[in-house]
């Protein structure tokens, strides 16, 4: 059965730090590594895909890699502002095509 | 209206009530989902629908029932629930079902079951 963790639970950082999270997961056969972030009182917003094939994706100061013979995946964010404060939470589809979910960081960027 | 939205945003209810949620997405997608978010755990996908049926259940007790009348639309009948089932239960939609596409989340409903 699928596990997906997170490590930390939480983390604070002082804001122009850049800072990485991580994503395990117990099974390789995934189809796809999704982040996504979690504000306060509003849903889960899409930040970047990965597919199996691939190593890494990029997006503005996210940076997300993928190494699924080791079952991890790191996001990676560049110069940290206060507005990047949020829960990180990534998910692996699996050969259903369902997600499976970490319980997530929960980052705090301190001004 | 643009995304996904659900409605109500807060639900408080007894152990006897019966309520439902709502969730309509202005997308366009074909695959739409309920999920279960319980304080520091992960996310728990409880139904899939795709084409407006039924994919996947994941073990959900009865006192849930989905119901997903057309592409746009997804409820979530509620009765005879447990404390425990207090969370936050997030809709969420993709293209297709079949393919681990992207998500498009709404803003969920707090639920409280007193």
């Known amino acids: 059965k699928q596990e997906v963790t997170q490590i930390p639970a939480a983390l604070s950082v002082p804001e122009g730090e850049n800072l990485v999270l991580n994503c395990s997961f117990t099974?390789?056969?995934?189809?796809?590594l999704q982040w996504f972030r979690q504000d306060p009182g509003k849903g889960l917003t899409s930040l970047l895909l990965i597919q199996s094939s691939q190593r890494e994706q990029t997006s503005g100061r996210l940076n997300a890699s993928l190494d699924k013979s080791s079952g991890r995946s790191t996001l990676y964010i560049a110069a940290s502002q206060p507005g990047d404060s949020a829960t990180y939470l990534c998910a692996v589809a699996d050969s259903n095509y369902q997600l499976i979910w970490g319980a997530g960081t929960k980052l705090i960027i301190k001004p | 209206e643009t995304g996904v939205t659900q409605t109500p945003r807060h639900l408080v209810m007894g152990m006897t009530n019966k309520k439902s949620l709502k969730c309509e997405q202005h997308l366009g997608h074909n695959a739409m989902y309920w999920y279960k978010q319980s304080a520091k755990k992960p996310l728990e996908l409880m139904f899939v629908y795709n084409f407006k049926e039924q994919t996947e259940n994941n073990s959900v007790p009865s006192r849930f029932s989905p119901e997903c009348p057309n592409s746009s639309h997804l409820f979530l009948h509620l009765h005879t629930l447990q404390p425990e089932d207090s969370a936050l239960y997030l809709c969420?939609?993709?293209?297709?079902?079949?393919?681990?596409?992207?998500?498009?989340f709404g803003p969920g409903t707090r639920l409280t079951v007193l």
């Open positions: 969420a939609s993709s293209q297709d079902g079949g393919s681990g596409d992207t998500q498009y």
């Open positions: 099974d390789s056969a995934i189809y796809n």
